[in-house]
């Protein structure tokens, strides 16, 4: 993040690796509180990026309408 010029305390560290759903869910439960102006969300694996997709789903957060999510990891 710094080489490319991005403020690094929007970074979250929630869990060591390997990141499970739940651990993307429980983060992006209280993810508009703490980054409300954000577009976008890039999660260290695609595990982790599907429980941020629940979370926001039940939250009724249009993906990728409002907010984009990009996992790592290759999965379907």
Do not use: W
Not at 6 to 11: S, T, W
Not at 13 to 32: K, L, N, T, Y
Not at 39 to 67: R, Y
Request: net charge negative; proline share 7%; hydrophobic share 45%.
């Amino acid at each position: 993040m710094k080489a490319a010029g991005l403020p690094c305390h929007r970074m979250i560290r929630f869990v060591e690796p390997p990141m499970s759903i739940e651990d993307g869910f429980q983060i992006s439960c209280a993810f508009d509180q703490h980054f409300g102006d954000a577009d976008h969300v890039f999660c260290v694996s695609d595990v982790s990026a599907f429980g941020v997709l629940s979370a926001l789903k039940q939250q009724g957060i249009p993906v990728p309408e409002d907010l984009a999510i990009a996992g790592f990891g290759n999965f379907e």
